[in-house]
Each structure stands twice: as structure tokens, then as C-alpha cells.
DNA sequence: GAACGATACGGAGACAGTCTCCGTTTAGCA
DNA sequence: TGCTAAACGGAGACTGTCTCCGTATCGTTC
């Protein structure tokens, strides 16, 4: 790739943090062109829809997730503070910014999402703490990884939705928590 | 109000009804009022935004809403049973449309969204129901109806946003459910 | 049943966002 | 230094939201 071209997308790359974290998913992608500098052609000829501007932008965030899978698995305590503990690291993960618990959590089922790959990390992730759990025989059997994001990011959406806070979201998830504890 | 507005009026609202159930509740309002026949300055003359519109649909759903209820509260069966049916009652009623969940589990904790009285009648009837089984001691009694409404809202909107069906959402709500169950 | 004001209609058009097309510019190689 | 593939950028086509205001209609009053 040429100089310049690199140059640009990054450029756009880090306006698009930017920009979608003050207004949402759903900021004007001309508008981050222009914040960017660079012409609406450009932006639209590095990343032909929003959705593939997003997954560029997840790829570091991909990283944020190891850690703190990792730090959350390092966290020595009973199977349920272990499942809170991914639950909230979970919630704030997903929270990047309005609108993205929904797109994240509705990319989780579908096949085609562009941003499934990057939405797979958070899945493996969940898988990690959950075959933890298993292996202490303290989690239900019958249902995955997947279900489990599906339900937190459910909780999520509706807080990112409804602006809850933590202390609106704490008790949320310890309703799922309990209802996947019991096997 | 006059013969021929509220003619117009009930126009828009049935023509909303289908085009909102056909393509979402993202659908073009200027599509609505072509297709009730009537100017786009007629539709929002009569409803200001997208959500008076929605609101007007709502109208005759919350009779559905209470119909509902009563007929799960007069199935006779073991707690779980009746918060599981519960649960697949308000999944079906809060999904009229794409989108709708979403929207109206946001609506829930917005003292200012324009459908929120609306609303508030499934988690009247929501807490109908919790209050037959706290009378049997069977539920946690630190959850409120409404942050139930939000946690079944959040799977139905899982549900929506990933095009799940009954069978995938089956076991999101047991987990809710046993979450629920043990107080 | 004619006249008249209040009420309602409807569609042109202003505005905003998405995305494409294509003439112009530039990087980087030989 | 010249050349060409690669990249740029912004005008503009298109779609959707919402407003404004000239026109039409209702229904009341005499």
C-alpha cells in the first residue's frame, strides 16, 4: 500500500474512535471524512460501509479483551464472584459506545456480520471462564458460550439503550449468573 | 375533529401498522403516507415523529397486552411453569416488529419516551404476575418488574437483532427464569 | 343554500446522510 | 526526470426526514 494511502486510513481510523464515541454508532461517516481530512471518496474506498470502518477499529480492542480475560481467569474466588467479575468486564467491553452492545451482540448469531471474526474473540473469551467453571462442576451444562454473551449483551443493550448504570446493571446480572450456577 | 382528518388519521395509523410488521420500524414515513394516500404534511400534521405513530399502533396491542395476562395467570402450574409461559407470552407481544423490542425495553426506563404510558402496562401486568408468585414465596423479592421487563426485553431483543428462534431462545429464558426462582 | 372562517390537505423543497463516479494529483519505480 | 498505477477528493445522485404555505374542504350560521 502506497504512503499516503496507509497514512489516510489511519488517519480516518483514529476520527472514527474518536467521532463514535462522542456520538454513537450512528455518526455521519462524511462528517468523519471531513474531521479526518480527507475527501468522502476516500473514506468510502478504504471501508465501503461503516460496518467494515468498526471492525477496523476493533482490532486493538480485540487485545483489551485478552487482558482482561486474563485478568479476570487470574482473580483467585468462589464461581459466582468469578462469573460477576467476567460479567461486568464483559458489559464494559461491549459498552465502546451507544449502539455498540446491540451491534456487537447481534453480530454474535449472524454468519455474514463483518465484524463477526472480532466478535468470535469475545466468544472464545467467555468460553475460557466458563469451561473454568465447568470444570468445577458449578455452571449449567446446557447452554454455550454463545448463549451466555447473547444474555449478557442482552443486559447490556438495555443499558446502553436505556442509560442504566452500574448499580442498575449489578442486579440484572446477577439474576443470569444465578440461572446459569445452579447446572 | 373533522369527518375527513379522522378518516385520514386511521388511514395512516392501519397503513403503518402493515408497512412497520413488513420492514421494520425503520421503515419510510414518507412510504406511509404515499401509501395511506395521503401528503407527508398530512402524516405529520397528526403525529409529530416516528414515535406517535408507533404509539397510535400501540393502542389497540395494549388490549392484547391484558387479554394476555389473564390468561397466563389463569394457567394453573408449578412457578417456574407459569413465569416460563409468562416470559414466552411477553416475548411474543413485545416482538410485533423488527425493532420493537428494543424499542419498547429502552421505552421502559425513559420517564420521558413519547410511548412510555404504554408501556407501562406490561410491567403492570409483569408485576401481576411476580406478585402471585412472591404470595407463593417462590421468586427473589429484590428484582423489580420492571427490571424483569428489561431482562426478557434484552432476549427478545437478542432474539430480534439475530433472527433466533423459539427454540433458541427457549433456554435464555430458563436461565432468566432459575435466576429468578430462587430468592 | 350561500357565505365564511376554521380546519385540514398535500406536495414542493430545504436539509442531512450515504455512497459513486471520474477528472486530477501524487508516489514511487526505472 | 518521466511515466503510470494508485490514490485522492468533492460534486452530485439518491433517499429519507420534516416544514411551509397556498389550496381545498368541512361544517356552522344565517
Known amino acids: 500500500m502506497r504512503a499516503d494511502a496507509l497514512r489516510n486510513r489511519e488517519r480516518i481510523i483514529d476520527t ?3 467521532v463514535f464515541r462522542e456520538q454513537g454508532y450512528d455518526a455521519s461517516l462524511d462528517e468523519i471524512a471531513k474531521r479526518a481530512g480527507v ?3 476516500t473514506l468510502y474506498r478504504h471501508f465501503p ?24 481467569l487470574a482473580h ?9 467479575e467476567w460479567f461486568r468486564t464483559y458489559v464494559e467491553l461491549i459498552s465502546l459506545h451507544k449502539g455498540g452492545p446491540a451491534k456487537i451482540t447481534s453480530a454474535l ?8 471474526t472480532k466478535c468470535q474473540v469475545l466468544t472464545g473469551a467467555a468460553e475460557r471462564v466458563m469451561e473454568r467453571l465447568r470444570e468445577e462442576h458449578a455452571i449449567r451444562d446446557d447452554v454455550d458460550a454463545v448463549r451466555v454473551c447473547q444474555l449478557v449483551g442482552g443486559v447490556a443493550t438495555v443499558a446502553d439503550n ?7 446493571v449489578a442486579p440484572l446480572l446477577e ?3 444465578d440461572g446459569l450456577l445452579r447446572a
Not at 460501509?49 to 477499529?57: S, V
Open 16 to 18: 472514527a474512535r474518536t
Open 162 to 168: 436505556g442509560d442504566l448504570d452500574a448499580d442498575a
Open 175 to 177: 439474576v443470569v449468573a
Open 76 to 84: 483467585e474466588g468462589p464461581p459466582r464472584e468469578l462469573l460477576l
Open 49 to 72: 460501509n461503516r460496518d467494515a470502518l468498526l471492525d477496523a477499529i476493533l482490532q486493538n480492542w480485540v487485545e483489551r479483551v485478552e487482558a482482561a480475560t486474563e485478568k479476570t
Open 39 to 41: 475527501g468522502a471518496g
Open 109 to 116: 448469531g449472524d454468519p455474514e456480520s463483518p465484524i463477526r
